[in-house]
């Protein structure tokens, strides 16, 4: 995903530290900041400093990266999550037929 907004940014540190079960006063503790700074960011109503986002994304154990835009397709198939196999049918079951099946022994019909 390519991070044009704040709100984008807050989105991710929002999700991630929820991933985390960490509260907004854990990561705030851990940043050395207010718990309030910690909610605006995570609803975009600041704007971060690079320094910020470098800090928070440690603590969450993120790496914000910058990626050259024609690689960006392929960063995305790499880190997206796989899906599980598909599982082919090899054999097919046998079609049963009416009357073709064998008579019961015990049956004295």
């Not at 991710?12 to 718990?35: D, F, H, T, V, Y």
């Not at 960011?41 to 154990?61: F, K, N, P, W």
């Not at 997206?80 to 049918?89: D, N």
Request: no cysteine; aromatic share 2%; proline share 7%.
């Amino acid at each position: 995903m390519t991070l044009d907004t704040g709100s984008e940014w807050a989105s991710i540190i929002r999700e991630q530290r929820k991933n985390r079960n960490m509260s907004q006063a854990e990561l705030g503790r851990r940043a050395g900041m207010p718990q309030s700074q910690i909610a605006r960011i995570e609803h975009g109503a600041t704007d971060l400093r690079l320094s910020t986002v470098m800090e928070l994304a440690r603590i969450l154990d993120l790496e914000p990266m910058l990626i050259p835009k024609h690689l960006i397709p392929a960063v995305r198939y790499m880190i997206a999550p796989k899906q599980a196999p598909v599982k082919v049918i090899t054999e097919l079951a046998t079609p049963r037929l009416a009357g073709n099946e064998p008579e019961d022994a015990n049956d004295e019909g």
